[in-house]
């Protein structure tokens, strides 16, 4: 379970850090936009079961900061959580701050496709800030992956392989995003290693293992 976090200087978090940076690249040259394009024309065409363009909006919802912000705060006030909390609410924020500045930076536009499914009874949240309403990468799609990373460590002590199903949960948000066309799919998969980084920094610095000893005590 402890190989889930590793160190900063280490050559796994350094290729997870090329990826991310090359990944950025190919954005922003435009090397992906063909098929990013294509995909998102597949995706407005798949709209229009009413079960299923509310579900997408749903976890779509879930992964926005007022729902995320709900969740660690809980953690947050129970005692035997609250490293937990800390340390799952810092990786939310930083997430959702470093996707807002990049999004300002690369000032990627958001798919211009109209979704023609099941009207919406709440807009979706375009996870507008301060920083823009840039594109790349996702902030729902870092927080969801920080999120994972962060309750999955946690959770692995007691179930070693449950734990994994955690990552469900950032792969169906991130689809969600493109579904809805809110994202372009290089936008989720930038977001999402963007969400690993940052929640194992923030997970090292502030010795998430340390719940362990904890929860013994």
Same mark, same amino acid.
């Given at each position: 379970?402890?190989?889930?976090?590793?160190?900063? $200087? !280490? $050559?796994?978090?350094?290729?997870?850090? *090329?990826?991310?940076?090359?990944?950025?690249?190919?954005?922003?040259?435009?090397?992906?936009?063909?098929?990013?394009?294509? @995909?998102?024309? !597949?995706?407005?065409?798949?709209?229009?079961?009413?079960?299923?363009?509310?579900?997408?909006?749903?976890? !779509?919802?879930?992964?926005?900061?007022?729902? #995320?912000?709900?969740?660690?705060? #809980?953690?947050?006030?129970?005692?035997?959580?609250?490293?937990?909390?800390?340390?799952?609410?810092?990786?939310?924020?930083?997430?959702?701050?470093?996707?807002?500045?990049?999004?300002?930076? *690369?000032? $990627?536009?958001?798919?211009?496709?109209?979704?023609?499914?099941?009207?919406?009874?709440?807009?979706?949240?375009?996870?507008?800030?301060?920083?823009?309403?840039?594109?790349?990468?996702?902030?729902?799609?870092?927080?969801?992956?920080?999120?994972?990373?962060?309750?999955?460590?946690? *959770?692995?002590?007691?179930?070693? $392989?449950?734990?994994?199903?955690?990552?469900?949960?950032?792969?169906?948000?991130?689809?969600?995003?493109?579904? @809805?066309?809110?994202?372009?799919?290089?936008?989720?998969?930038?977001?999402?290693?963007?969400?690993?980084?940052?929640?194992?920094?923030? !997970?090292?610095?502030?010795?998430?293992?340390?719940?362990?000893?904890?929860?013994?005590?």
């Amino acid at each position: 379970m402890y190989q889930w976090i590793f160190d900063i $200087r !280490s $050559r796994r978090f350094f290729l997870l850090v *090329l990826i991310f940076v090359f990944a950025t690249i190919l954005v922003y040259t435009k090397v992906t936009e063909p098929i990013d394009n294509s @995909i998102e024309t !597949s995706a407005q065409s798949i709209g229009g079961n009413y079960y299923l363009d509310y579900t997408m909006q749903i976890f !779509s919802e879930i992964g926005s900061v007022f729902y #995320m912000m709900i969740f660690c705060l #809980m953690l947050l006030i129970i005692k035997k959580t609250r490293r937990l909390g800390l340390v799952l609410i810092l990786a939310v924020l930083a997430g959702t701050i470093a996707s807002g500045y990049l999004k300002l930076t *690369l000032d $990627r536009e958001r798919p211009s496709l109209q979704f023609q499914g099941t009207p919406f009874p709440i807009k979706p949240e375009p996870d507008t800030s301060v920083f823009g309403i840039g594109s790349y990468p996702s902030g729902h799609a870092t927080r969801a992956a920080a999120f994972a990373f962060v309750v999955g460590f946690a *959770l692995s002590g007691r179930f070693p $392989r449950g734990c994994y199903l955690l990552w469900i949960f950032p792969v169906v948000v991130s689809t969600s995003r493109v579904f @809805i066309l809110e994202h372009f799919p290089m936008d989720v998969i930038g977001g999402t290693i963007l969400g690993i980084i940052i929640a194992n920094v923030v !997970s090292k610095k502030l010795k998430l293992h340390l719940i362990f000893g904890e929860s013994k005590a």
